[in-house]
């Protein structure tokens, strides 16, 4: 990593926009292949010829901007490419709480499966690129490439483990916990993009970090400053380095007896397999004829 890319701003992902990108109307004609795809989720990709054949529009997502609105009609998921979203519930008084900061790999619109409704908002906290995945086109893909299917529960299976690390958080620990908890969090999933996992810039706000620890602003503020006084952390403005990273941890677990199944883990996603695990993967799978509720929605 050079000296330049050693403090990392956390929007400026792989893949990020520049002064000479296209316009809007271009870059929306932009496609992303299968292969392409499967790196993003870190998932092994089926080494299945026709599968080259196969695309997904890119779309790109202004600051500000928001995805999908809690309400609308569901009809695809979307997997981030580059920038960072907030996923926002709002209740029947208007009251917002923040769900998640999906960024580079992570899915977004699974909650619209059940109710054919999404039911959450995600908005763009800055210039961001998503991969549209259509839920048709996905099931056409799992019924012709029955491999697939399994990869794909891995990739939900990863959503379900975040919320349940996030209950546990939220039932678990105090203030400076949580946020320790958050900063790890980022500092991990920043690291296995291949960026620095000490210091690093916050784009989402104190307000929106408290409601998704559960916390008031003025909290999450006392809190980054107890952490910049014991010298755990410095913090100016939105910049955050971490200086003990072992002490922060510490915060979290100062008796080192957390359940390693049940809290949150702050390690990098799990590496690529080679092409030969994929295709062992594939060929254990095929015995098996895809679901019928798959062959359904190919067919719709």
């Known amino acids: 990593m050079t000296a330049a890319m050693s403090h990392f701003d956390a929007l400026d992902f792989v893949g990020s926009i520049d002064a000479g990108a296209p316009d809007l109307q271009e870059h929306e004609g932009a496609n992303v292949s299968v292969r392409d795809l499967t790196r993003l989720l870190h998932i092994e990709y089926p ?30 998921l979307y997997v981030v490419r580059s920038g960072c979203f907030k996923t926002v519930y709002t209740d029947f ?120 620890l559960g916390l008031k602003l003025e909290t999450v503020s006392r809190a980054l400053s107890a952490l910049n006084t014991a010298g755990i952390i410095q913090v100016h403005q939105r910049s955050i380095d971490i200086v003990d990273a072992d002490a922060l941890r510490g915060v979290i677990d100062p008796a080192a007896g957390v359940p390693a199944g049940v809290a949150p883990q ?3 996603p799990p590496a690529h397999s080679d092409v030969s695990a994929g295709k062992h993967a594939k060929k254990a799978r095929a015995q098996f004829p895809p679901g019928l509720a798959w062959r359904q929605l190919a067919a719709a």
């Open 93 to 212: 008084s208007g009251s917002e709480q923040v769900l998640g900061f999906p960024m580079c790999g992570d899915l977004m619109g699974a909650d619209g499966i059940d109710c054919g409704h999404y039911s959450s908002t995600a908005v763009s906290l800055d210039t961001s690129e998503v991969v549209i995945v259509p839920l048709t086109s996905l099931a056409r893909l799992v019924y012709e490439c029955p491999s697939l299917e399994a990869m794909l529960y891995r990739v939900l299976s990863r959503e379900l483990v975040r919320v349940q690390n996030m209950a546990w958080t939220l039932g678990t620990l105090g203030a400076e916990g949580r946020v320790a908890a958050f900063l790890l969090n980022l500092s991990a999933r920043l690291g296995a993009l291949g960026y620095s996992r000490s210091s690093f810039n916050l784009r989402m706000t104190r307000q929106e970090i408290g409601s998704y």
């Open 266 to 268: 702050f390690d990098s």
């Open 47 to 76: 080494d299945d010829a026709w599968l080259a054949r196969t695309a997904f529009a890119l779309r790109r997502v202004r600051e500000g901007e928001a995805l999908v609105h809690a309400g609308d009609k569901f009809h695809s």
